[in-house]
């Protein structure tokens, strides 16, 4: 089965630049067709027509080398929306025309004890949905592609009546924010959570507190967000992170605080909001999304009626969108409509 579509070309000469000037030259990012060859349908396999995908700033890391680890050409794309095409002959869990997402990973050992627990998250084996090796010694490929075949085991359910493109981000942004506030018990309504940063993950965690009946403060580096924060996202409270008055009144407030920032920062000043026993999590260094936990938080949103804000752009833009997510100029996060981008014409 032959699929065409977009990916960024390796060029090795830009990332030496790169790496001459310690990372922070910014490459350009460009993307361009590629056309390769999936893995037949086995017996445990899903063959998935995608028709969006969401952009995650993880991708930007990726994309960029930024972890030293990338490998070219690569297809991007873990937040992946389809429709079954074709099942194995092992598969009962799905059915030809079921609409499916598959997130971050796309296989495990089985056999360890996470796996066990279903938290293959923890997995040494672990193998993430792209810039990855499978089973079979060829890279795994995201989303941003005609089709996909992946291991049932690694596929959901997409609930009915939830729209696709509502669908595609909570596949690593949702899940992101969810696993942690089930990991440590914070699902009840009451609690006082802080969200720091308000960006693709941050705007899902004010969203799906809210939804929890959280009281929610955002934690911002600047004045920036503040309006649409406590309008649009219906935030309780905005404090900018250097407004020491601000901070000193909210102190030993929190029962939680999770941390979307994709950058590196210190976390010393936002541990003393916490109450004595509040719990931080940090997403860039844990990875608390199991299957179970995706499969739970697309039940909690379309039980909850829960939308997030994003905007649905096609294929032939999606340099510009990851120009403009690296700036943060997006509210909040970007799905690529690739079933409307015609890959294959
Ligand atoms: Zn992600
Ligand atoms: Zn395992």
Redesign the pocket.
């Known amino acids: 089965m032959f699929t065409s579509l977009t990916v960024r070309e390796a060029v090795e000469k830009n990332r030496t630049k790169e790496q001459q000037q310690g990372g922070l030259q910014q490459t350009l990012l460009g993307y361009s067709p590629y056309t390769y060859t999936l893995r037949n349908t086995g017996p445990e396999d899903v063959f998935i027509k995608v028709i969006c995908c969401g952009i995650c700033h993880s991708d930007i890391h990726q994309i960029k080398n930024d972890l030293g680890m990338s490998n070219y050409p690569m297809v991007p794309g873990h937040e992946v929306v389809g429709e079954v095409i074709e099942v194995g002959s092992n598969v009962s869990k799905f059915k030809i025309g079921d609409t499916v997402g598959v997130g971050c990973i796309v296989g ?5 004890r ?2 066990k627990s279903d938290k ?1 998250q923890y ?4 193998i993430w949905s792209y810039n990855d090796i499978y089973t079979d010694g060829k890279p795994t490929q995201g989303g941003f592609a005609g089709s996909m075949v992946t291991d049932q085991k690694f596929v959901v359910h997409i609930p009915e009546g939830m729209a696709v493109e509502q669908a595609a981000p909570l596949l690593c942004a949702g899940v992101t924010v969810y696993s942690p506030l089930t990991h440590f018990g914070l699902k009840e309504s009451g609690l006082r959570g802080g969200i720091l940063g308000l960006g693709g993950v941050g705007h899902m965690g004010v969203k799906i507190a809210k939804a929890m009946g959280h009281h929610v403060t955002v934690i911002s580096s600047s004045d920036k967000k503040r309006e649409e924060a406590l309008e649009d996202l219906r935030a309780d409270d905005y404090v900018i992170s250097s407004d020491a008055t601000r901070m000193q009144e909210i102190a030993d407030s929190l029962d939680y605080i999770i941390d979307t920032v994709p950058v590196f920062h210190p976390l010393e000043p936002y541990l003393s909001l916490l109450k004595l026993d509040g719990k931080e999590e940090d997403n860039n260094r844990k990875l608390h999304r199991s299957m179970k936990e995706t499969e739970e938080v697309l039940e909690f949103c379309r039980e909850k009626g829960l939308t997030s804000q994003i905007e649905v752009v096609k294929m032939d833009y999606i340099n510009t969108a990851f120009e403009r997510l690296e700036k943060n100029d997006v509210r909040y996060r970007f799905v690529v409509d690739v079933v409307g981008s015609k890959l294959d014409q």
């Open positions: 495990c050992c089985r056999n360890c996470p796996c293959e997995c040494n084996k672990k």
